[in-house]
């Protein structure tokens, strides 16, 4: 199986999976509850970009996280430009890409093991544990099934086209 989890042995890696997950639900009700600023869009970014470097990644690693969900960010970003305005817009898109970073380095720092023991544990659901471990895993497989679409187009000289580009991955997934 192809999982997110990165070794390592930083502080962040020696947490506990359950106060991991406690953790980023606390930063994830905070962020939701606490009105939109550039003080807090800010002050995300900046917590999601320390907590990288103290979980042993770089700036370079931060960045290609965040630019790995450029796609939703534009679905995340379009319609809060039209519906709440483009200031108020921009501020819920920086939070919302703040806590995806966030909860992204959970799973980068966290076996899915240990998320599924503890989701087994907490819900006494066999079944339910494994069904969040295969979906865990499968965000990764799936994202390295496009990693490589987007390779072998390059490779052949094809211009980028997203509904070319989903489609193959959406082919290919089916043969999966």
Same mark, same amino acid.
Do not use: C
């Given at each position: 199986?192809?999982?997110?989890?990165?070794?390592?042995?930083?502080?962040?890696?020696?947490?506990?999976?359950?106060? @991991?997950?406690? %953790? /980023? =639900?606390?930063?994830? #009700?905070? $962020? !939701? &509850? *606490?009105? @939109?600023?550039? %003080? /807090? =869009?800010?002050?995300? #970014?900046? $917590? !999601? &970009? *320390?907590?990288?470097?103290?979980?042993?990644?770089?700036?370079?690693?931060? $960045?290609?996280?965040?630019?790995?969900?450029?796609?939703?960010?534009?679905?995340?970003?379009?319609?809060?430009?039209?519906?709440?305005?483009?200031?108020?817009?921009?501020?819920?898109?920086?939070?919302?890409?703040?806590?995806?970073?966030?909860?992204?380095?959970?799973?980068?720092?966290?076996?899915?093991?240990?998320?599924?023991?503890?989701?087994?544990?907490?819900?006494?659901?066999?079944?339910?544990?494994?069904?969040?471990?295969?979906?865990?895993?499968?965000?990764?497989?799936?994202?390295?099934?496009?990693?490589?679409?987007?390779?072998?187009?390059?490779?052949?000289?094809?211009?980028?086209?997203?509904?070319?580009?989903?489609?193959?991955?959406?082919?290919?997934?089916?043969?999966?």
């Amino acid at each position: 199986m192809i999982s997110l989890y990165r070794p390592g042995v930083s502080v962040v890696h020696g947490l506990p999976a359950w106060l @991991k997950l406690a %953790l /980023l =639900a606390v930063i994830l #009700v905070a $962020l !939701s &509850l *606490v009105p @939109k600023s550039v %003080l /807090l =869009a800010g002050s995300s #970014v900046f $917590l !999601s &970009l *320390v907590v990288f470097v103290v979980a042993g990644f770089s700036v370079g690693e931060y $960045l290609r996280t965040a630019w790995r969900f450029r796609f939703l960010v534009l679905v995340i970003a379009l319609p809060q430009l039209f519906l709440v305005g483009v200031e108020e817009g921009i501020l819920n898109t920086v939070v919302i890409l703040s806590g995806l970073l966030i909860a992204t380095l959970v799973t980068m720092t966290t076996k899915t093991s240990e998320i599924v023991d503890l989701i087994k544990k907490a819900t006494r659901s066999d079944n339910f544990a494994l069904l969040i471990g295969l979906s865990i895993n499968s965000i990764a497989v799936v994202g390295s099934i496009a990693a490589g679409i987007i390779e072998a187009g390059k490779a052949r000289g094809v211009r980028p086209s997203s509904v070319r580009q989903l489609t193959n991955l959406f082919v290919v997934s089916l043969r999966q």
